[in-house]
T-cell receptor, first 114, second 113 residues
Framework: DSGVTQTPKHLITATGQRVTLRCSPR?????VYWYQQSLDQGLQFLIQ???????AKGNILERFSAQQFPDLHSELNLSSLELGDSALYFC?????????????FGPGTRLTVL | AQSVTQLGSHVSVSEGALVLLRCNYS??????LFWYVQYPNQGLQLLLK??????LVKGINGFEAEFKKSETSFHLTKPSAHMSDAAEYFC???????????FGRGTSLIVHP
């Protein structure tokens, strides 16, 4: 158990809909990262927050947004969903935003868009 | 930009045989290097990492990796494979001012009895 929790575990929805994925980092970790994992794209970094502020952006679509709240939990919002958005979405956390800190990954949310 | 190449999307070994998973990176400055493992239906977890110091790094579950700067490689090895080692393995690199590691595409390790 990494100490990172993600809800829900599975999510099935239809095209055009909007969903919210939730992540609680390990106790004490200030940095949260979101990743998308799919068979064809591998593990893609989406966005990072550090202590409530956006720190880095990766290959995140404009239809996607995220935020980190004062209690450090984070939410990833996916809107106008398309079939291609079906993937595993991971949240990870680390103590700080240094590049030598390991990341602790949650179990993921499997999103299926029908 | 940094990149990570994992040679072989699948590696198959017999139980008890040597495990060798290859990782090469491109980086103009000394990198920080990581190996993560992902078991079925789970998130990634850290096996080992190299930051500075000794180039041979020992990790969990009997795995180790050696940082070879001249070859820009960080291959993962284990002397004797166990059935429980069957999983997806990811090499990752971060460097300089980038706090975000770049992950390789992953190598699926298959262990035959």
């Amino acid at each position: 158990d990494s100490g990172v929790t993600q809800t829900p575990k599975h999510l099935i929805t239809a095209t055009g809909q909007r969903v919210t994925l939730r992540c609680s980092p390990r106790s004490g970790d200030l940095s949260v990262y979101w990743y998308q994992q799919s068979l064809d794209q591998g593990l893609q970094f989406l966005i990072q927050y550090y202590n409530g502020e956006e720190r880095a952006k990766g290959n995140i679509l404009e239809r996607f947004s995220a935020q980190q709240f004062p209690d450090l939990h984070s939410e990833l919002n996916l809107s106008s969903l398309e079939l291609g958005d079906s993937a595993l979405y991971f949240c990870a956390s680390s103590l700080r935003d240094t590049n030598y800190n390991e990341q602790f990954f949650g179990p993921g949310t499997r999103l299926t868009v029908l | 930009a940094q990149s990570v190449t994992q040679l072989g999307s699948h590696v198959s070994v017999s139980e008890g045989a040597l495990v060798l998973l290859r990782c090469n990176y491109s980086s103009s400055v000394p990198p920080y290097l990581f190996w993560y493992v992902q078991y079925p239906n789970q998130g990634l977890q850290l096996l080992l990492k190299y930051t500075t110091g000794a180039t041979l790094v020992k990790g969990i579950n009997g795995f180790e990796a050696e940082f070879k700067k001249s070859e820009t490689s960080f291959h993962l090895t284990k002397p004797s494979a166990h059935m429980s080692d069957a999983a997806e393995y990811f090499c990752a690199v971060s460097r300089g001012g980038s706090y975000i590691p770049t992950f390789g595409r992953g190598t699926s390790l298959i262990v035959h009895p």
